[in-house]
């Protein structure tokens, strides 16, 4: 059993996901939980000079819906101006609990509040919690880092009509950073969750609406266990 602290590879990501929640930053874009890990911890920073917040964290499923094997601690707790605080994630469910074939993916949700000045404590005053929220992959032992790094290289693509289909047949949830076909830009579908909908499930697959005149070739990047990008690929459109 071992514990593995989330590496900050870059400082930008401090600010990455955290920008949103006035002072508090989280230190990573994505947790990777390996099976049989103890746990695994991530630095939430209030980087503001004079206010406290407080700072609430659970693990939720991908849909919101049930109650996920997850644990936090601590779930809820003061930060000062100033400071770090590690948030341990724990998986609590039973040994083989989870699909062991492939990944599974959920919720690290982080919540905010800033403290009311001593000024305002008596007046009437509108206070905002703003929310954090990043993707944390539960990574069966079987499956490794090195594949997980190269699995969007294995992505299908084929086109009918006017729908690109991208196929995912390998075990590892992979998350599009960018996908072109012929130069023009194919996004995620209206009123969805670009998180989400840019995301093809292992051994699933994904459509996607093409740009008029959309034609050649296909091009796509993926987001890395760190939160960085992949080397773009292309490939010939059938």
Request: hydrophobic share 40%; net charge positive.
């Amino acid at each position: 059993m071992k514990t593995r602290l989330l590496t900050l590879l870059l400082p930008l990501m401090l600010t990455l996901s955290g920008t949103a929640s006035a002072g508090v930053v989280v230190g990573a874009t994505r947790i990777v939980y390996h099976a049989g890990q103890q746990e695994v911890q991530l630095p939430v920073k209030n980087n503001d000079r004079d206010t406290s917040h407080l700072v609430q964290s659970w693990v939720s499923n991908i849909d919101d819906q049930g109650k996920p094997d997850f644990i936090v601690t601590p779930p809820l707790f003061k930060l000062g101006a100033e400071r770090e605080m590690l948030l341990h994630f724990i998986y609590s469910g039973a040994e083989k609990g989870l699909p062991q074939d492939r990944e599974s993916v959920f919720w690290a949700n982080i919540k905010s509040i800033a403290a009311t000045p001593d000024a305002l404590k008596d007046k009437s005053k509108l206070q905002i919690a703003a929310k954090t929220r990043i993707k944390l992959f539960y990574r069966p032992a079987a499956l490794t880092d090195k594949a997980a790094q190269e699995a969007y290289k294995k992505l299908t693509f084929s086109r009918q009509g006017n729908t690109l289909r991208v196929t995912n047949p390998t075990p590892f949830y992979i998350t599009l950073q960018e996908l072109s076909v012929g130069g023009m830009n194919v996004t995620s579908p209206e009123n969805s969750l670009p998180a989400v909908s840019m995301m093809i499930a292992p051994s699933r697959e994904q459509r996607y609406s093409l740009p008029a005149k959309a034609k050649g070739k296909v091009q796509w990047s993926a987001i890395t266990d760190y939160g960085g990008k992949t080397k773009p690929l292309s490939a010939e459109l059938p």
